[in-house]
């Protein structure tokens, strides 16, 4: 296990670079000799497509928040291009996408990704064309549509249009697809692919999936449980752009089995959670 | 695997064509519909007959069904105007109540010192049979309106601060999460997301506190009986006169009230809450 393991980004300033350094958290009420996050550090460089992936309990989710300055932590320090993840915020420079698609059922699909536009308008961003996004989802006719109907997927691709709507610089994705069907959950991974080479943006994406790490990402971050920590970063050296044909390759199998062999010895790493029986 | 013709978005399967926008209800029969409506017919007739039969025996515990009638039809402005006197009298008491348990319920989601204060207080105030106070009030307030709106006031205020600050508070977490990474305002939290959030739970209160508001009106009511008008004061003349004809026709007048803001409520209820999912139980 390398504690403090090396990936791209390491000859790149900090405002070229979401920075997470020996950053430790404990949940209130949690054990604290096995923190959520423990000395977590890590590099991802902009415009980069990163993964998190690791068995329930490793504190990915967690990461995501603190990148997304939703959650505090004890000590350590994270940075998102060279200012803390609130200041991002407030300049309406993190786009979200929640497990579930977290839109107001109240507004109709064009107004659902137009919020972003209507909320803190101090920080002056100026957004997509609703229906430009719409169209990018392949939405393009659905907009005077409510939540209610539509479809699980049609959901999601609505919350993804809404995070892209203000060109975030990060885009976090916290297992976006993980309620979806595997037809579905395809699609929408290689649409998201091609909105986000067109966008040119930072994606954070946290999934239970080998197979869905490893077809988006330019690195995949595996980490191990109790307490959280990073096991090890693997690059994926896969061409870009990614289609159907690629995702179906021998080399891509090959990159999945090595995905596989680190999670094995990360969850090896931690300790076995609490609620399972020994056997 | 090398350089290939970039491939694009693969469309997502296309299904079957979505609902048209305010789907209507399948499996529910049309209220025209026999099915629909013989049973209830079949048990008003069987009530009819009961109630036909007790009053041919015991005048004195209930009137014909006839005089009933007569009652309202020779002298309908008697009723419509006294069941106006009452309806307004609890429609402004509900305004009052409820809209100041509105207000309170949004001051005390976001101040929470507001909340530990006030709330020992409010619950009180809920177990405490307030139509007892109608006589205390009109020793206060006189004869007037003013006895009577406070008292529906009252009532209406609880079940509807209750409901508010719950509604307020289901909020799901990924869409607050949302908010905050975009830096919403409270303001901007509060508008765009807490009280639409709280609409179903704040018209769940109000089908509630309507008909109560026509409880608190009559009870009130009651107290100043023989100063100013209302249905309330139409049934204990006529009580204490034995016209019992005239106590259920008031009766009758106040059931009709009744229905009528249930009817109103539900109304808005399809308006404004048709993305919610009390309003399509059937459809899905």
Same mark, same amino acid.
């Given at each position: 296990? =390398?504690?403090?393991?090396?990936?791209s980004?390491?000859?790149r300033?900090?405002?070229?670079?979401?920075r997470?350094?020996?950053? =430790?958290?404990?949940?209130a009420?949690?054990?604290?000799?096995?923190?959520?996050?423990?000395r977590?550090s890590?590099d991802i460089?902009?415009r980069?497509f990163?993964?998190?992936?690791?068995p329930?309990?490793?504190?990915k989710s967690?990461?995501?928040?603190v990148?997304a300055g939703?959650?505090?932590?004890?000590?350590?320090?994270?940075?998102?291009?060279?200012t803390?993840?609130?200041?991002?915020?407030?300049?309406?420079?993190?786009?979200l996408?929640?497990?579930?698609p977290?839109l107001l059922?109240?507004?109709?699909?064009?107004?659902?990704?137009?919020?972003p536009q209507?909320?803190?308008?101090r920080?002056?961003?100026?957004?997509?064309?609703?229906?430009?996004?719409?169209r990018?989802?392949?939405l393009?006719?659905?907009?005077?549509?409510y939540p209610?109907?539509?479809?699980?997927?049609?959901q999601?691709?609505?919350?993804?249009?809404?995070?892209?709507?203000?060109?975030p610089?990060?885009?976090?994705?916290?297992?976006?697809?993980?309620?979806?069907?595997?037809?579905?959950?395809?699609s929408l991974?290689l649409?998201l692919?091609?909105?986000?080479?067109?966008m040119? =943006?930072t994606?954070?994406?946290?999934?239970?999936?080998?197979r869905?790490?490893?077809t988006?990402?330019d690195?995949i971050?595996?980490?191990s449980?109790r307490?959280?920590?990073?096991?090890e970063v693997?690059?994926?050296?896969l061409?870009?752009?990614?289609?159907?044909?690629?995702?179906?390759?021998?080399r891509?199998?090959?990159?999945?089995?090595?995905v596989?062999a680190?999670?094995?010895?990360a969850?090896?790493a931690?300790a076995?959670?609490?609620?399972?029986?020994?056997? | 695997?090398?350089?290939?013709?970039?491939?694009r978005?693969?469309?997502?399967?296309?299904r079957p064509?979505?609902?048209?926008?305010?789907?209507?209800r399948?499996?529910n029969?049309s209220?025209?519909?026999?099915?629909t409506?013989?049973?209830?017919?079949?048990?008003?007739?069987?009530?009819?007959a009961?109630?036909?039969?007790v009053?041919a025996?015991h005048?004195?515990i209930l009137?014909?069904?006839?005089?009933?009638?007569t009652?309202?039809v020779t002298?309908p402005?008697?009723?419509?105007?006294?069941?106006?006197?009452?309806?307004?009298i609890a429609l402004l008491?509900?305004l009052?109540?409820?809209?100041?348990?509105?207000?309170?319920?949004l001051?005390?989601?976001?101040?929470p010192?507001?909340r530990r204060a006030?709330m020992?207080?409010?619950?009180?105030?809920?177990?405490?049979?307030v139509?007892?106070?109608a006589?205390?009030?009109?020793?206060a307030?006189?004869?007037?309106?003013?006895?009577?709106v406070?008292?529906?006031? #009252?009532?209406t205020f609880?079940?509807?601060?209750?409901?508010?600050?719950?509604?307020?508070?289901s909020?799901?977490?990924?869409?607050?999460h949302?908010?905050?990474?975009?830096h919403?305002s409270?303001?901007e939290?509060?508008?765009?997301?807490? #009280?639409?959030?709280?609409?179903?739970y704040t018209?769940?209160?109000?089908r509630?506190v309507?008909?109560?508001? #026509?409880?608190?009106a009559v009870?009130?009511e009651?107290?100043?009986a023989?100063?100013?008008?209302?249905l309330?004061t139409?049934?204990?003349?006529?009580a204490?006169?034995?016209?019992l004809?005239?106590?259920?026709?008031?009766?009758?007048c106040?059931?009709?009230l009744?229905v009528?803001?249930l009817?109103?409520?539900?109304?808005i209820?399809?308006?404004l809450?048709?993305w919610h999912e009390?309003?399509r139980?059937a459809?899905s």
């Amino acid at each position: 296990m =390398t504690p403090f393991p090396t990936n791209s980004g390491e000859s790149r300033p900090a405002s070229d670079l979401i920075r997470v350094r020996d950053l =430790t958290k404990t949940y209130a009420g949690g054990d604290p000799s096995r923190p959520a996050l423990d000395r977590v550090s890590i590099d991802i460089p902009r415009r980069h497509f990163v993964s998190l992936i690791g068995p329930s309990g490793c504190g990915k989710s967690t990461l995501l928040r603190v990148i997304a300055g939703l959650e505090g932590y004890d000590s350590g320090e994270a940075t998102v291009f060279g200012t803390s993840p609130k200041a991002m915020c407030a300049n309406k420079a993190v786009g979200l996408v929640p497990q579930t698609p977290a839109l107001l059922p109240w507004k109709n699909v064009r107004r659902n990704i137009a919020l972003p536009q209507k909320v803190n308008r101090r920080a002056g961003r100026g957004g997509e064309d609703p229906d430009d996004l719409l169209r990018m989802v392949g939405l393009g006719e659905l907009g005077h549509r409510y939540p209610h109907e539509l479809s699980g997927g049609q959901q999601q691709r609505v919350a993804i249009a809404r995070a892209f709507g203000m060109r975030p610089e990060v885009l976090l994705m916290d297992e976006p697809f993980s309620a979806l069907d595997e037809f579905t959950r395809e699609s929408l991974q290689l649409q998201l692919l091609a909105m986000w080479e067109r966008m040119a =943006t930072t994606v954070v994406f946290v999934t239970h999936s080998v197979r869905e790490a490893v077809t988006l990402s330019d690195e995949i971050v595996v980490m191990s449980a109790r307490p959280g920590r990073i096991h090890e970063v693997l690059p994926v050296d896969l061409p870009r752009p990614r289609d159907t044909a690629l995702v179906n390759s021998p080399r891509m199998h090959a990159m999945e089995d090595r995905v596989r062999a680190s999670l094995e010895s990360a969850w090896q790493a931690g300790a076995a959670p609490d609620d399972l029986v020994a056997l | 695997m090398t350089t290939q013709t970039p491939a694009r978005t693969v469309p997502a399967p296309s299904r079957p064509a979505p609902p048209a926008r305010r789907p209507r209800r399948r499996g529910n029969r049309s209220p025209f519909h026999p099915a629909t409506w013989t049973p209830a017919v079949a048990v008003l007739l069987l009530l009819g007959a009961a109630w036909t039969a007790v009053a041919a025996e015991h005048p004195y515990i209930l009137p014909e069904l006839g005089e009933v009638g007569t009652a309202l039809v020779t002298s309908p402005l008697v009723f419509l105007e006294n069941a106006w006197r009452t309806l307004r009298i609890a429609l402004l008491g509900a305004l009052i109540g409820a809209g100041s348990a509105f207000v309170l319920a949004l001051v005390m989601s976001e101040i929470p010192v507001v909340r530990r204060a006030l709330m020992p207080f409010a619950v009180v105030l809920n177990v405490t049979p307030v139509v007892a106070l109608a006589p205390p009030l009109v020793v206060a307030f006189g004869f007037g309106m003013t006895p009577k709106v406070v008292v529906t006031a #009252i009532i209406t205020f609880f079940p509807v601060l209750i409901n508010v600050a719950t509604g307020l508070r289901s909020v799901p977490p990924p869409v607050l999460h949302v908010f905050e990474t975009l830096h919403a305002s409270r303001l901007e939290v509060l508008l765009r997301l807490r #009280i639409p959030s709280s609409l179903p739970y704040t018209l769940a209160a109000l089908r509630v506190v309507l008909p109560l508001s #026509i409880v608190g009106a009559v009870v009130a009511e009651f107290v100043t009986a023989g100063s100013s008008g209302g249905l309330g004061t139409v049934i204990s003349n006529a009580a204490s006169t034995a016209r019992l004809d005239f106590v259920y026709s008031a009766i009758f007048c106040l059931a009709a009230l009744g229905v009528l803001l249930l009817a109103l409520v539900t109304a808005i209820e399809h308006r404004l809450l048709f993305w919610h999912e009390s309003q399509r139980r059937a459809s899905s």
